[in-house]
T-cell receptor, first 113, second 116 residues
């Protein structure tokens, strides 16, 4: 089973709202990632967690706040977003070697109004 | 980190034609992955290549890793409409010290459209 699940599938939020994206995997993977993707472009890395610790933050604005409650779960907390933050947000995981052979979830389509 | 140059950026072909997508860099990669992504979905891992000169086949898809582990290609034989999508190469890059940066470097993607 190589499944990564993400909820919600779609999210519309205003610029003053607070919302969270959720990602879950049960493959025993120890590295998890958040990416942002604009249409027809490659994913852009936002955060990497390795063994539940934040190992990479790609200079992401503080209105995005990641959290890794346990080895299976990854959250992305959103607050005071801008319309340009509208994108597909992807979660991925890999077995233990960070960066290698990542499995992606279906994504959350976020629209900021 | 260095860029992965992927070409062509767009490819529009008829069903039954063959095609090749290229992924090139000046950097050495410890591994390279190819993904296919359909609109509104996440990328799906097609293959991982790790050994210089390695060739892997997945039905009508043939993947090759360059001898120096700096480049890769994806060849599709007799394309079908179901092959339509965004193809992404992504590499796990070594730094000068010989360790991984711990993240994937993506190519810019190839948008493939196969017409019936």
């Amino acid at each position: 089973d190589t499944e990564v699940t993400q909820t919600p599938k779609h999210l519309v939020m205003g610029m003053t709202n607070k919302k969270s994206l959720k990602c879950e995997q049960h493959m025993g993977h120890r590295a998890m990632y958040w990416y942002k993707q604009k249409a027809k472009k490659p994913p852009e890395l936002m955060f990497v967690y390795s063994y539940e610790k934040l190992s990479i933050n790609e200079s992401v604005p503080s209105r995005f706040s990641p959290e890794c409650p346990n080895s299976s779960l990854l959250n992305l907390h959103l607050h005071a977003l801008q319309p340009e933050d509208s994108a597909l947000y992807l979660c991925a995981s890999s077995q233990d070697r960070v960066g290698y052979e990542q499995y992606f979830g279906p994504g959350t389509r976020l629209t900021v109004t | 980190t260095q860029l992965l140059e992927q070409s062509p950026q767009f490819l529009s072909i008829q069903e039954g034609e063959n095609l090749t997508v290229y992924c090139n860099s000046s950097s050495v990669f410890s591994s390279l992955q190819w993904y296919r992504q359909e609109p509104g979905e996440g990328p799906v891992l097609l293959v991982t290549v790790v050994t210089g000169g390695e060739v892997k086949k997945l039905k009508r898809l043939t993947f090759q890793f360059g001898d120096a582990r700096k480049d890769s290609s994806l060849h599709i034989t007799a394309a079908q409409t179901g092959d339509t999508g965004l193809y992404l190469c992504a590499g796990d890059e070594f730094n000068a010290g010989g360790t991984s940066y711990g993240k994937l470097t993506f190519g810019q993607g190839t948008i493939l459209t196969v017409h019936p």
